[in-house]
């Protein structure tokens, strides 16, 4: 059975950080591209990160400088670094593959990211 299982989340205060975790099982991790999404309420999900099974990474404009993305093959893992959050991040975090418009693996249950002060 594959899970996605995200977990990481909180309250902070613009300005700080958070690491996100997103640990897959079900699948053999190694074989897939990856990203981070994220959705407020009433909006379409947006991707935030991804990275190619070969370590090379991308960002939308609004978070590159701030973020990060990483995987750990071995932890069937993946991370997303967080630093200078501001408000607008406030959204649910979720981890999936690097697809679209239909994503195969089933999405987790994400993780609150509220930036407020």
């Known amino acids: 059975q594959v899970q996605l299982v995200e977990s990481g989340g909180g309250l902070v205060q613009p300005g700080g950080s958070l690491r996100l975790s997103c640990v897959t099982s079900g699948i053999d991790f190694r074989d897939y591209g990856m990203g981070w999404y994220r959705q407020t309420p009433g909006k379409r999900r947006e991707r935030v990160a991804t990275?190619?099974?070969?370590?090379?990474?991308d960002y939308t404009d609004s978070v590159k400088g701030r973020f990060i993305i990483s995987r750990d093959n071995a932890k069937s893992t993946l991370y997303l670094q967080m630093s200078s959050l501001k408000p607008e991040d406030t959204a649910a975090y979720y981890c999936n593959e690097d697809a679209g418009p239909t994503w195969p693996l089933p999405w987790g249950r994400g993780t609150q990211v509220t930036v407020s002060s």
């Open positions: 990275i190619t099974r070969g370590g090379r990474t």
